[in-house]
């Protein structure tokens, strides 16, 4: 795989120096330092990710936008993708598992394969999250996210702007990693974004269908995602090491 080169470590201190608590300037910077079609924003839709796209939009009214179809996601989010669309009047990519891995899968173990062991979970992460985003992210330079320190104790070091091992050494840029629900909720309504009708049905965090449920008052903000697992880390892959790994061709 041929990539441009990102970025130098210098040069990211310095960013991160300057501008890794000024969430719109390191957007800004984001966007002028990669060429349009080498940078993204990637968003599970969820209000976090809204607001760093409806950031980049107000810099760059063209900036890509990508999300994932797992082919699970609940119908609120389909609407909710036709929503921003027209609420921007603009397209938002769309990548998909490869059907051929999903055939393979499902025919295996069953449609909801999820729920019998971790492992299939991750695995079922793996074909329909993980493995389209590798995919997505193989021709950019740069991805920027809705990620937040606050989100869980997993993401409590979730730094403004690093270096994506797990993506080739692209830059991540996570503008807003050190926002509060209010600052995000307060960015989203100031603008008139709409924010995903679930949330308005006790969500607080939203994924595919069958692996999300409203949370109580009292429960953490992830108790919702993948809640029959004891201990889990509550992450799909995408931003954190999974627990394991796909073996080579299992999938
Ligand atoms: Fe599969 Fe559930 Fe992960 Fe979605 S959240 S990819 S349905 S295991």
């Not at 990519?93 to 991750?122: C, I, K, M, N």
């Not at 104790?153 to 807003?176: F, Q, Y």
């Not at 880390?233 to 999974?242: S, Y």
Request: net charge positive; aromatic share 6%; charged share 30%.
């Amino acid at each position: 795989m041929i990539r441009h080169q990102p970025i130098a470590d210098g040069e990211l201190a310095d960013v991160r120096g300057r501008l890794q608590t000024r969430p719109r300037d390191l957007v800004a910077w984001a966007l002028a330092r990669f060429a349009p079609e080498r940078r993204v924003v990637v968003t599970g839709l969820q209000v976090e990710g809204v607001a760093v796209a409806s950031m980049a939009l107000e810099l760059d009214p063209t900036v890509r936008l990508l999300t994932i179809d797992t082919g699970r996601l609940p119908r609120a989010t389909h609407r909710y993708l036709a929503e921003l669309r027209a609420h921007w009047d603009r397209d938002i990519e769309v990548v998909h598992p490869d059907p051929r891995q999903l055939d393979t899968f499902t025919r295996h173990h069953g449609v909801d394969a999820f729920y019998r062991s971790p492992q299939l979970r991750l695995d079922c992460c793996h074909i329909r999250k993980v493995a389209p985003l590798e995919r997505a992210l193989a021709d950019v330079d740069c991805w920027m996210t809705g990620l937040r320190r606050e989100q869980s104790a997993g993401r409590a070091t979730t730094p403004a702007i690093e270096l994506d091992d797990r993506h080739g050494r692209i830059v991540k840029v996570n503008p807003i990693a050190g926002w509060t629900d209010v600052q995000v909720r307060a960015y989203v309504e100031e603008r008139g974004v709409p924010v995903h009708p679930l949330y308005a049905q006790s969500y607080r965090s939203i994924g595919c269908d069958p692996c999300t449920r409203p949370v109580a008052a009292n429960e953490d903000r992830r108790a919702g995602r993948w809640w029959w697992e004891q201990g889990s880390e509550k992450e799909c892959g995408i931003h954190a090491a999974p627990l394991r790994v796909v073996p080579a061709g299992r999938s």
